[in-house]
T-cell receptor
Framework: GQQLNQSPQSMFIQEGEDVSMNCTSS?????WLWYKQDPGEGPVLLIA?????ELTSNGRLTAQFGITRKDSFLNISASIPSDVGIYFC????????????FGKGTLLTVNP | DAGITQSPRYKITETGRQVTLMCHQT?????MFWYRQDLGHGLRLIYY???????DKGEVPDGYVVSRSKTENFPLTLESATRSQTSVYFC?????????????FGSGTRLTVV
């Protein structure tokens, strides 16, 4: 089946630093989504990308849909303690019969 | 209140018991999904449903049963709970499946099998 390779698996950073994480796939996707999961909660959608090359921002977050449609990255600028959580990428429209394909997540820890 | 709700939030059960996790959404979304989340494995799909009375197996269906008699409800039953089913379970719903804005997740049920 389709797989997404998400990296890094975990990051430990200082408050104020910028963060970058990415997802790659051997398959093409028509939609890339980035979710954040706060401790003890379900994942929540941060950014949705629908077009190859698209660059979208949501506050301090910026995500891009790779031009090959096989990758995406998420950047967080000037991190703050509430950025702590697990970030998941997900690919859609890749022929998996309406199921999203999820990466395994990046655990972000921010040291105040 | 509009949204997707899971119940219970926490459950402890004994090995061999049957337990049902509930999921209810108020949007009339066609698609619903059950995932389990374990350290090192990310989110793994257990079962999914495209509409009422249509369900299909995901990646890890063994030991689980689902039903979807009504669009808004998608209960997950562990027929005879085992310790390996100790996990956090998430239900999700979607209007457009893997298109549009993807899924909306519930807050999860933390299940411990002793």
């Amino acid at each position: 089946g389709q797989q997404l390779n998400q990296s890094p698996q975990s990051m430990f950073i200082q408050e104020g630093e910028d963060v970058s994480m990415n997802c790659t796939s051997s398959s093409i996707f028509n939609t890339w989504l980035w979710y954040k999961q706060d401790p003890g909660e379900g994942p929540v959608l941060l950014i949705a990308l629908y077009k190859a090359g698209e660059l979208t921002s949501n506050g301090r977050l910026t995500a891009q849909f790779g031009i090959t449609r096989k990758d995406s990255f998420l950047n967080i600028s000037a991190s703050i303690p509430s950025d702590v959580g697990i970030y998941f990428c997900a690919g859609g429209g890749g022929g998996s019969n309406y199921k999203l394909t999820f990466g395994k997540g990046t655990l972000l820890t921010v040291n105040p | 209140d509009a949204g997707i709700t899971q119940s219970p939030r926490y459950k402890i059960t004994e090995t061999g018991r049957q337990v049902t996790l509930m999921c209810h959404q108020t949007w009339s979304h066609s698609y619903m999904f059950w995932y389990r989340q374990d350290l090192g494995h990310g989110l793994r799909l257990i079962y999914y449903s495209a509409a009422a009375d249509i369900t299909d197996k995901g990646e890890v269906p063994d030991g689980y049963v689902v039903s979807r008699s009504k669009t808004e409800n998608f209960p997950l039953t562990l027929e005879s709970a085992t310790r390996s089913q100790t996990s956090v379970y998430f239900c999700a719903s979607s209007e457009l499946g893997d298109r549009g804005n993807g899924y909306t997740f519930g807050s999860g049920t933390r299940l411990t099998v002793v």
